[in-house]
């Protein structure tokens, strides 16, 4: 567990990641420390996120997909829960037979749709689930890109989303509050009852006029503007750019959105084509991006900082750990001032 105290104590931003290897319980960072997270609202909150959070695995889809240009993550929702992430970007396709999963899928060579699609939303579910029974967190997911891969890649019609919302209505734990709720003034521990029981909401990012929750509006399942994120990638392969440009963003946008890092560096055209044999993966770009990731604490400030950090393929404890760190540097600034 970290103490706050601590915190006032050290010198460098090495040292604080380092203590954070020390107390950390990425399993359980939100209930752990909720004696001195619980009254902040949200938007004073710094979440470990993921992109493309359901592509651990390549179960099937076109014939220019694979595992090198398709999959953004290493391990399942599961396993991402165990370290700490508490954002989730779900990409939800139906795929033959009216499967329900999630999926990787763009147009590429002026309009011919490519990808494929990894886990179940129904797996996802049972993983949510099987976490929460011992996890008393608050886990957001947001939901977009669909695409039915058996209509040309349509986005889903009003009665796909409402099978959808049947679906991901087993998950346990939902949050109920009013249908204009704005999520960032809310405080931790009144998602969580002060960290006793798990809180998780789902955020359909499409236009309301286009897809209604019906009668499972605030019944765990919200509109974008419960949030109203700002985010926006780079498109870049490039870290030293990818560091500018998200760090240039932060401090225009961050003091009055809801912002989020998206730590994530983009495949071009002839990496996803030559990949594996030639071109850069997915995988090699994250672990280039990630290795730098804690830089950008050199450009967190009391005002200036992301409330969700995402990247791609998280496989150890370093990005909560990160994200402990901001918060720690917020809190220190403020007592500070």
């Known amino acids: ?34 004696e001195w997270l619980g009254k902040r609202t949200l938007k004073e909150i710094c979440l470990p996120g993921t992109h493309n959070s359901g ?22 929702i599961r396993r991402q829960l ?12 139906i795929t033959t037979g009216g499967v ?5 899928y763009s147009k590429i060579f002026g309009n011919v749709w490519q990808g494929g699609y990894g886990h179940t939303i129904e797996s996802i579910v049972l993983n949510i689930n099987a976490f929460c029974k011992d996890h008393y967190e608050l886990i957001f997911f947001r939901l977009s890109h669909s695409h039915n891969t058996e209509k040309e890649y349509s986005s889903f019609t009003q009665q796909e989303w409402n099978n959808l919302f049947q679906l991901l209505n087993k998950t346990e734990n939902l949050y109920h509050a009013t249908e204009d709720t704005y999520f960032p003034i809310t405080t931790l521990e009144k998602f969580t009852n002060n960290g006793t029981k798990a809180a998780v909401i789902y955020i359909v990012d499409e236009p309301k006029y286009k897809t209604s929750l019906g009668d499972y509006t605030g019944k765990g399942f919200f509109y974008k503007f419960s949030l109203k994120i700002f985010d926006k990638y780079s498109e ?9 440009d998200q760090t240039a ?55 200036i900082y992301p409330n969700i950090i995402s990247i791609d393929y998280v496989d150890n404890t370093e990005l909560v750990e990160l994200v402990m760190a901001v918060n720690l540097k917020w809190l220190t600034e403020k007592s500070l001032h």
């Open 100 to 104: 329900y999963r999630v999926g990787h």
């Open 1 to 34: 567990m970290f103490k706050v105290r601590t915190a006032l104590l050290w010198l460098s931003f090495d040292v604080a990641l380092s203590d954070a290897v020390a107390y950390l319980d990425a399993a359980n960072w939100m209930r752990s420390n909720i």
């Open 249 to 303: 963003k932060m401090k225009k946008e961050s003091e009055k959105r809801y912002f989020l890092l998206s730590w994530t560096l983009t495949q071009q055209a002839v990496d996803a084509t030559m990949c594996p044999a030639m071109g850069k993966t997915i995988k090699d770009l994250a672990f280039q991006a990630n290795r730098r990731l804690k830089n950008i604490l050199l450009k967190i400030t009391k005002t």
């Open 82 to 93: 165990d370290l700490g992430i508490r954002f989730f970007d779900v990409r939800p396709v």
């Open 236 to 244: 870049t392969d490039k870290v030293d750019f990818l560091f500018m």
């Open 55 to 76: 592509m651990s695995k390549l179960f099937g889809g076109t014939s220019f997909s694979k595992t090198c240009n398709s999959v953004n993550q290493g391990r399942n």
